[in-house]
């Protein structure tokens, strides 16, 4: 995964983290991501986890670094897990590919709800079946629901998805005018990173926005 596909997945329980914080706890030694020939970052679901370990303990036991880096040091040498309950395979997860019912059932939606999304090009089903990307929406939906928020609330969003997509599209287009091998993956771990960035501007302006107007 990329960075901000990292930051993406431990985003929802720790709401503070950010592509900087990743990258601090990369240069204090906590953990190693790999690199990729053209230098991206890439990390594997081993090091979302010890993430999650660094971060969960900063959080709950309030450890100081230097403590958490010696106990991952201990968990190294003896070939253990640092979080064994929460540990996930290193490897990628099984393609989601739902049918309708299917994507229903995993979201909790209504078949009202469902149509609505699809009417408001919120998400869509490709060859009759939908994916990740839709499960995620269809469940955020659900969840904006219990607060009074429709789909067709969240039109808004959409837009400044496309105009961030927009964004990333104009970031990329020298990669992708380049020929030579591996031109298409620099591109393509590019955009993953620059979406990473995008999110974090995002999330943290949301906040800021949030704040100022409960404040007022």
């Known amino acids: 995964m990329s960075i901000g596909e990292v930051l993406a997945l431990l985003q929802g329980e720790f709401p503070d983290v950010s592509i900087s914080k990743i990258r601090f706890l990369e240069g204090e030694g906590l953990i190693e991501p790999e690199r990729s020939p053209s230098g991206y970052r890439k990390f594997s ?5 010890r993430l999650r370990y660094i971060l969960g303990e900063q959080r709950d036991r309030y450890l100081p670094l230097r403590v958490i880096k010696d106990r991952l040091e201990a968990a190294d040498r003896e070939d253990r897990p640092v979080n ?3 540990a996930l395979p290193d490897e990628a997860p099984p393609e989601v590919r739902l049918t309708r019912a299917e994507l229903l059932a995993a979201a909790e939606l209504d078949e009202e709800t469902l149509t609505e999304l ?4 919120l998400l ?14 269809a469940r ?18 959409k837009a400044a998805a496309e105009r961030e997509a927009s964004l990333v599209e104009q970031a990329i287009a020298p990669l992708m005018r380049r020929r ?17 960035l995008l999110l974090e ?14 404040g007022r």
């Open 124 to 137: 869509a089903a490709v060859a009759r079946y939908y994916d990740a990307d839709a499960l995620a929406v």
């Open 45 to 49: 679901y081993a090091d979302v986890e």
């Open 180 to 196: 030579g091998p591996g031109a298409i993956d620099r591109a393509d771990e590019a955009a993953k990173e620059i979406s990473g």
């Open 118 to 121: 699809e009417d408001f090009g």
């Open 140 to 157: 955020s939906v659900g969840a904006l629901a219990a607060f009074g928020l429709r789909a067709r609330h969240l039109r808004v969003v």
């Open 84 to 86: 064994p309950p929460r």
């Open 201 to 214: 501007l995002h999330a943290s302006l949301l906040r800021s926005a949030v704040r100022g107007g409960l």
